[in-house]
């Protein structure tokens, strides 16, 4: 019996079917084999797995970029830059139309201004003294009855076309009288006012005279001081407007009889 034991004893220990530390060692195995293959590279240090090999690359950054929603963007750029471009060149070829017809209304208006007809008014006297005599524009000399009726007073109002053509007259009005102390001038106050019609072509260089006008009839004999002022209308032939005024004032001083045109208050139109 005790050599069946120990003939046993020597074949497990020289053949044995389990080892007790074989499981352990077989998990351990296998426990490793399984981190191994879970391989991820951070700082070029395996800390992980790579199933499919090493060689794989990671992609690049532009390979992730949607570059058609880019290109739309792009488009968009350029299509809004040419509009603004087309319409700011708009705007320039506009000014640069508008300056020319400006410069082209300007330049026929100063053309029409030197060829169109002017009209100015002369109110002048009809004689002259000389050696404490009156004489008239021929030479000849008033009679003491001529003088007593005021006819050495007798100033002619003419009118002159200065311009390079005809000028149609309308009318001409006359505002005269005394002038009020402490009132501002203004010749449609002045006490009377008489308005003539002419209706007649005045030519270029061609004077006309409308009529005589006596001081003493215009004037009381106890004004001191007062105004005489003439207004023309008359149409420029060239452009066709009938629009044109002349206007002039005269004051007068009762110590003299004397008319003395201000020429600051002339006034064209």
């Not at 505002?175 to 006012?193: D, M, R, Y």
Request: proline residues 3%; hydrophobic residues 40%; neutral net charge.
């Amino acid at each position: 019996m005790r050599l069946f034991i120990a003939a046993m004893v020597v074949c497990l220990a020289i053949n044995p079917t389990i080892k007790p530390d074989q499981h352990a060692k077989e998990n351990k195995a296998a426990t490793d084999k399984e981190r191994e293959s879970s391989v991820v590279i951070f700082n070029n240090e395996k800390t992980g797995a790579n199933t499919q090999g090493e060689s794989q690359e990671r992609p690049k950054w532009y390979g992730t970029v949607n570059w058609s929603n880019w290109a739309l963007v792009l488009v968009a750029l350029f299509t809004g830059f040419a509009i603004w471009k087309q319409a700011t060149d708009t705007a320039k070829a506009a000014q640069a139309s508008k300056e020319a017809a400006e410069a082209a209304r300007l330049n026929a208006q100063a053309l029409i201004n030197a060829e169109r007809a002017r009209v100015t008014i002369e109110l002048g006297p009809t004689c002259f003294r000389e050696n404490k005599q009156w004489h008239r524009e021929d030479g000849s000399v008033f009679t003491p009855g001529e003088i007593l009726a005021g006819k050495h007073l007798v100033h002619r109002l003419r009118i002159m076309n200065l311009g390079k053509t005809p000028a149609h007259i309308f009318n001409y009005k006359v505002n005269f009288g005394p002038l009020v102390q402490g009132t501002k001038f203004s010749a449609e106050k002045l006490e009377s006012e008489r308005l003539v019609k002419v209706n007649a072509f005045l030519a270029a260089g061609e004077s006309r005279n409308l009529e005589d006008v006596s001081v003493q009839d215009a004037f009381s004999h106890d004004t001191k001081t007062g105004a005489y002022c003439v207004t023309v209308r008359y149409g420029d032939v060239l452009t066709g407007k009938d629009e044109h005024e002349t206007f002039v004032h005269y004051s007068y001083r009762g110590s003299d009889y004397s008319l003395d045109r201000i020429t600051t208050e002339d006034r064209y139109t």
